[in-house]
């Protein structure tokens, strides 16, 4: 949806610098939801402003907001705990109306002249003017507010993994065999499939061509603590449509008895991420969901640990990798939540004591993870910032 900007003037009329940056109206924002807790923070905030000891020791005076940034930038440019989003938000609440809808262009002005930290798109003094001609511009705002993350580091994983029950997979319609017999098939590849029995693969002739996502294999995913498992992880391999509905027909064999036989339905491999195989599974394409991740702790105490570092083979996870966490929405967990990456104090013999006793050092933070999807009992984060590599089993608190 377009939004349109008419700046009309006659004679002598002047408008500030200021008014006609802050032109861009509220677009979209009914998809990005505000809990009440972030606007009751932000109400505050915006009132008393925030502790200088805040302030992350290099925050600008005055900050242009550019193509590329994100919200998670910009807010750890500010402050020394980037995901207090709603603090940040409270200092721009005469400003910004909406924590999402922050463009580039846009000069953020640090204020700390009362011992209270404020930001705001005013900067000290007398406001400049400036005279315009008419004009109309066209711009499209909704797809220019800036991300809380760089939406290329977890698009992909909105879609994979999958966490499924023991049986969830096992009972999706099944890839049974290639055009020309092939046994890897790739991107343009025509395949053949079949649902079970009482759910056959069939198209809608009311919907658009339906679509599917490829999975294989179900790994079990195991609480490191408590041995339980969590779900079995859908491995996902590639995208198809469905071109043709299965169905079945009678035929005479070579003895002149009928039979039936079994057509199965005909799907177009339309992506991979890897070669898809003879058994792989179907499970439909999700409607597409617009979220909004804004980060912020957990209200309750949270403890958990990663499970596993996903679609990697390596041992430690590195910033911007994905790791799964032992916590689901049973326990609270939901997206956009953030949570200090800890790693264990290592066992070592105290040699400066005669009695040789052994010790455990500290745990010492390593980074943060922000929370992106949810399941019951498993969650998939984002590591953010990591000092050394996050491992299997690591902890995960609230951050302080």
């Known amino acids: 949806m377009a939004k349109t900007f008419f700046d009309t003037v006659s004679n002598q009329l002047t408008w500030t610098a200021l008014a006609c940056s802050l032109l861009a109206g509220p677009v979209m924002s009914q998809n990005f939801p505000i809990t009440a807790q972030q606007r009751a923070i932000a109400n505050q905030v915006a009132q008393s402003g925030v502790a200088l000891s805040e302030l992350s020791p290099n925050a600008p005076q005055s900050y242009t907001v550019k193509s590329g ?103 999706a319609p099944r890839i049974v065999a290639a055009k020309d017999n092939r046994v890897l098939l790739t991107r343009g590849d025509r395949a053949y499939a079949r649902g079970n029995a009482g759910s056959e693969l069939t198209d809608d002739p009311l919907k658009k061509q339906q679509a599917f996502r490829v999975f294989r294999n179900a790994t079990p995913l195991k609480d490191p603590v408590s041995g339980e498992v969590l779900g079995y992880e859908a491995q996902y391999v590639g995208k198809a449509l469905l071109a043709r509905s299965e169905s079945s027909k009678d035929s005479l064999d070579a003895d002149g008895k009928s039979r039936t036989e079994i057509v199965p339905a005909t799907i177009d491999i339309i992506d991979t991420k890897e070669e898809i195989r003879v058994g792989d599974r179907l499970l439909p394409e999700p409607p597409v969901q617009l979220q909004s991740y804004v980060p912020h702790a957990p209200t309750g105490v949270m403890d958990a640990r990663v499970v596993s570092i996903y679609g990697s083979a390596v041992v430690n996870a590195a910033q911007n990798q994905v790791v799964s966490l032992n916590r689901g929405s049973r326990d609270g967990l939901e997206p956009g939540h953030v949570l200090a990456i800890m790693t264990d104090g290592i066992r070592l013999v105290d040699k400066t004591d005669a009695n040789r006793p052994m010790i455990k050092l500290p745990d010492e933070r390593n980074g943060l993870l922000m929370v992106f999807r949810t399941f019951e009992k498993v969650s998939y984060g984002l590591v953010l910032d990591i000092t050394s590599g996050v491992k299997v089993g690591d902890r995960l608190v609230n951050p302080l």
């Open 69 to 171: 940034d994100t919200l998670w930038d910009i807010s750890g440019m500010f402050l020394k705990r980037p995901w207090r989003w709603p603090e940040l938000w409270g200092m721009n609440l005469a400003d910004i109306k909406n924590p999402h809808l922050i463009y580039p262009g846009q000069t953020l002005y640090l204020d700390t002249s009362d011992g209270r930290a404020r930001l705001s798109m005013r900067p000290g003094g007398d406001l400049p003017t400036v005279r315009v001609s008419p004009r109309t511009r066209i711009e499209n705002l909704a797809i220019s507010a800036l991300p809380t993350l760089k939406s290329s580091l977890i698009e992909p994983f909105l879609a994979e993994p999958l966490i499924v029950d023991e049986r969830g997979l096992s009972a």
